[in-house]
Nanobody, 120 residues
Framework: VQLQAYGGGLVQAGGSLRLSCAASIRTYSTYVMGWFRQAPGKEREFVAAVTKSNSTIYADSVKGRFTISRDNAKNTAYLQMNSLKPEDTATYYC???????????????WGQGTEVTVSS
């Protein structure tokens, strides 16, 4: 399993970014896709996840602002981030797992991170 996240960048508070995660998985549609983030000096934390049937779950800190989605035909997951805040600044990672969970350590396949910086 190989995952590649991209789409990060520098944005002003209130702005938007869309992250993408391209997966090299033969059975991509059967995997749960998750997004996590890690701010400097902090532990990696759950952001959002989407199941193979498009059920979603979000961390309270991003609920109503971020939207996770997936395109199984393109083996790609997305994280649309709106109304960004300086506290959203972090390195964002995508991950894949064969069951639905918000527990970071349960995900066994990770992509490299993409940095998101939100200026005030």
């Amino acid at each position: 399993v190989q995952l590649q996240a991209y789409g990060g960048g520098l944005v002003q508070a209130g702005g938007s970014l869309r992250l993408s995660c391209a997966a090299s998985i033969r059975t991509y549609s059967t995997y749960v896709m998750g997004w996590f983030r890690q701010a400097p000096g902090k532990e990696r934390e759950f952001v959002a996840a989407v199941t193979k049937s498009n059920s979603t779950i979000y961390a309270d800190s991003v609920k109503g602002r971020f939207t996770i989605s997936r395109d199984n035909a393109k083996n790609t997951a997305y994280l649309q981030m709106n109304s960004l805040k300086p506290e959203d600044t972090a390195t964002y990672y995508c991950a894949a797992n064969d069951y639905f969970t918000v527990i970071t350590t349960a995900y066994d396949s990770w992509g490299q991170g993409t940095e998101v910086t939100v200026s005030s």
